[in-house]
Structures are given as structure tokens and as C-alpha cells.
């Protein structure tokens, strides 16, 4: 996990225009760093948030991907759930992977008992639905909004979406399953873009949010 209170800059060449937004990155679990760097190279500065302060201290919020039961206990926890739902309501930009998709859905088809969700896009998820670990896989995506090649998806036990409500759009489909959807301020994607070192998907949620800050 990372360090508290971590904080990365933009990469070299790639300093902050005036107006750009400050993303933090839930760290309550999952692969916390990958999504620092990657919004690094994407032109943010990126910090991590575990405390409703250091939420209140930032722009948008990416929900990394990891197990998406830990994270709800932890959320509970560390007093995150409800300020990080009304963040929500507010349109605070949201992008969450794997399970943070899993996080940001209105519904789980199979939740464990006593799960939570922060909410925000209008969807039904099946958890751990492209199956086990050791059936990890890596395929290409073609995501709507992200310009040039489709984007190398990596899927770790990753869910899919089932549905959606009329207000979620769906960006990307793999296999016949959606896999990225997008309401409003808030972005999802079954699969983790931050493990490839391609940042496409990164720069179109830090439009999303340049856009919310600069409105």
C-alpha cells in the first residue's frame, strides 16, 4: 500500500496547466501507485486519499482495482463511504477499474454479504465474471473516446456489466460483455489500462475532469 500522504507530480515535460485539476487516488487498497504514475504521465498531479480531509482536498477521484469487499469494509472503516457518496452526487469526476467499477455501480448481481457501493453510474455488475486468477487475460479494447488503436485491456478476475440504466453510456464491449461505461462525471472499466503504460484511457477521465474544474 502506499505511503500516506503520497504525492506525484507530473512527468518531466509534462507540467500542469493553469486550471488543471488534482486527482487522488483512493489508497485503501489495490494498485494504488500504477494509477499515480499513470495520471503522472497523463499531466495531473495525483495524491493519495484515504481520509474524508484528504477527499475534500481534491478534484476528481480514480477507485483503483483490487478486492472490491475489502475495499467497501475499508471505506466503512476509515469514515470514507458516505462523504465519497456525496462527493458522487455532487459530480465530482470518478474513474474506477476492475473493482473499482464493481464500486462505482448502482448494483451488484452477486454481492457478499454486507456490501456497499459508492454508487454513481446507473449499471448492474456481475463480480469476478470473466472468471478466477489464474484465468487472467489481456485483450485489445476499442474505447469510445480514446483515439488511435484500441487499448491493451488487462482483465484480473474482472466483472462485466449486465445492464445498464438509460442515462450510462457504454464506451467498450469484449467477448459480447460491456466493459466500460461512462454517466455524467463518472467512468468505469472492468479492465486496468493503468498496468499496460498506455495512459489513453487516463487522459480522457483527466478531460473529464479539466472539464468539471474549469466549468
Known sequence: MTSPS?????????APGAGAPVIGVLALQGDVREHLT???AAGVTARTVR?????AAVDALVVPGG????????????????????RVRDGMPV????????????????PRSGQETFGGIDM???????????????AAVAVKGVPGEPVEGVFIRAPWVE??????????????HIVAV??????ATSFHPELTGDHRVHALFVAMATAAVTR
Do not use: W
Open 38 to 40: 499513470a495520471l503522472a
Open 51 to 55: 481520509r474524508p480531509e484528504e477527499l
Open 182 to 187: 461512462r454517466q455524467g462525471n463518472v467512468l
Open 67 to 86: 478486492e472490491s469487499t475489502t475495499i467497501s469494509k475499508l471505506a466503512v472503516l476509515f469514515g470514507m463511504m458516505e462523504p465519497l457518496r456525496a
Open 95 to 110: 474513474y474506477g477499474t476492475c473493482a473499482g467499477m464493481i464500486m462505482l455501480a448502482g448494483r451488484i448481481l452477486d
Open 163 to 176: 445492464s445498464v440504466g438509460a442515462g450510462a453510456e457504454v464506451l467498450a464491449e469484449h467477448g459480447g
Open 124 to 138: 448492474t455488475v456481475r463480480r469476478n465474471a470473466f472468471g478466477r486468477q489464474n484465468e487472467s487475460f489481456e
Open 6 to 14: 503520497t504525492t506525484i507530480t507530473t512527468a518531466p515535460g509534462a
